[in-house]
């Protein structure tokens, strides 16, 4: 299995301001997913990305909100932009598996004043 | 669409009682099923999977079967500890691939008092 690391742990914003979390995996991967847990909620995937390609967004989820990067085959980031206090939750990053399964970062706390 | 259902929690039980986690899923065709774990504090870890009916997933006393019919994979173990105490999503990935996203349930809390 893969390890992944994310940083920041956990951060505490202000509204209208950004934060960009970094996502870093110890292998060559080449899909990587980004998805948020809301408090007390389950996993939804807000966005897919490949390296060398624009991340394909779920519905619900914009590129102007989310916007994604993906330069190299082990890191990615996400950026929440223009933050307001329904931003927060725990942001987690995955890669895909040798299998069906995918594997889990230790996700990113945010809590947006 | 795809989707899956949990038992609600919180689910409390004293240590050493035998655990079941219901989980029924909708999905066309034949997708594969997973239990993830979360404990406090951290990210989700993959307890156990199966990729086709009747297949049965195990892992650290856990278990749960893929059954077709009922179009179901409950979670089970037969004698719970404290360090159980997590909260635990029934997920499935429609294409059978890690390519693809995962659709997790609602997830289920469980605490595992002395």
């Not at chain 2, 997973?34 to 195990?58: H, I």
Request: charged content about 15%.
């Amino acid at each position: 299995s893969a390890v992944i690391s994310q940083k920041p742990s956990r951060d505490i914003c202000q509204r209208g301001t950004s934060l960009t979390i970094q996502c870093q995996v110890d292998s060559q991967v080449t899909m990587m997913f980004w998805y948020r847990q809301q408090p007390g909620q389950s996993l939804t995937l807000i966005a897919t990305a490949n390296q060398g390609s624009e991340a394909t967004y779920e519905s619900g989820f914009v590129i102007d909100k989310f916007p994604i990067s993906r330069p190299n085959l082990t890191f990615s980031t996400l950026t929440v932009s223009n933050m307001s206090p329904e931003d927060s939750s725990i942001y987690l990053c995955s890669v895909a598996g040798s299998g069906e399964e995918q594997y889990f970062g230790p996700g990113t706390r945010l809590t947006v004043t | 669409g795809d989707s899956v259902t949990q038992m609600e929690g919180p689910v409390t039980l004293s240590e050493e009682a035998f655990l079941t986690i219901n989980c029924t899923y909708t999905a066309t065709g034949y997708p594969s099923l997973f239990w993830y774990v979360q404990y406090p504090g951290e990210g989700l870890q993959l307890l156990l999977k199966a990729t086709k009916a009747d297949d049965k997933g195990s892992n650290k006393g856990f278990e749960a079967t893929y059954r077709k019919e009922t179009t179901s994979f409950h979670l089970e173990k037969g004698s719970v500890q404290v360090s159980d105490s997590a909260v635990y999503f029934c997920a499935l990935s429609p294409q059978k691939t890690s390519y693809d996203k995962v659709i997790f349930g609602p997830g289920t809390s469980l605490s595992v008092i002395p």
